[in-house]
Structures are given as structure tokens and as C-alpha cells.
């Protein structure tokens, strides 16, 4: 199984609301930064929002300018799971959302996704009326 798997998305309109999930496996995810990141069409792969290890960190998250107020980042220990409730959506918010995991030293907010090691497969998030 990979270890890390998303679920949630889906085509909504404008306004709308949908639930981001990522399952883990093979690790806990609260020994791990975790981050979500999109890709549109034409355009890099670009942070959204973090959340820090509980275990090795101090579990604070992070979320980029356009989202921040309408997205909420949190893991459930219990189910191995991170989550992203992403809401008001707006066409620009169209993408693959990815979510990743790594051990990093520095609060998450601090590194790109170059610098994580492990992936999911993506989930499509479309806005549109």
C-alpha cells in the first residue's frame, strides 16, 4: 500500500466546500510533518498549507496568503489521517491537491516541495459553475 493516499476531491461550485484527506501508512503520521500542496494546469506545485510533527515538533501549521481563513489543516492520530477542509472555493483553488510527509528539523513552513520525501498520489479539486 503507498504511504500516503488522498481522497476527497471532487467538482464543485463556486462557494462550495469539500474535505481533503490523506491516509498514511507504514508511519504515524504525527511523527511527521505534513503538508498539502497544488498543481494547476501550467503552473509549479505550490504550498498550501503544513502542519508539524506533535512528537517531534510543536504541532503549529502554516497556511499560503490565498488560502488562509478558508482552509483548516489537521491530523487525526487515532485514524492515521491528515485532513483539509478547503471552503468558499473559488476557481482559482482548481488543482491537484498532493498531500507529503518528512522529517524536518525547522517548523514546516520552511521548506518546499522539493524537499519532501514522500508523496500521495494527488486528489483533482475542480471549481467551476
Known amino acids: 500500500q503507498a504511504p500516503l493516499v488522498e481522497s476527497g476531491g471532487g467538482q464543485v461550485q463556486p462557494g462550495g466546500s469539500l474535505r481533503l484527506s490523506c491516509a498514511a501508512s507504514?508511519?504515524?503520521?504525527?511523527?511527521?510533518?505534513i503538508a498539502w500542496f497544488r498543481q494547476a494546469p501550467g503552473k509549479e506545485r505550490g504550498g498550501v498549507s503544513c502542519?508539524?510533527?506533535?512528537?517531534?515538533?510543536?504541532?503549529?501549521?502554516w497556511y499560503a496568503d490565498p488560502v488562509n481563513g478558508r482552509f483548516t489543516i489537521s491530523r487525526d492520530t487515532a485514524q492515521n489521517t491528515a485532513y483539509l477542509p478547503i471552503n468558499i472555493l473559488n476557481p482559482e483553488d482548481t488543482a491537484v491537491y498532493y498531500c507529503?510527509?518528512?522529517?524536518?528539523?525547522?517548523?514546516?513552513?520552511?521548506?518546499?516541495?522539493?524537499?519532501?520525501?514522500?508523496w500521495g498520489q494527488g486528489t483533482q479539486v475542480t471549481v467551476s459553475s
Open positions: 507529503a510527509s518528512e522529517h524536518f528539523t525547522l517548523s514546516c513552513k520552511n521548506y518546499r516541495a522539493h524537499e519532501y520525501g514522500t
Open positions: 507504514g508511519f504515524r503520521t504525527n511523527s511527521y510533518h
Open positions: 502542519i508539524n510533527s506533535d512528537t517531534r515538533g510543536d504541532g503549529a501549521s
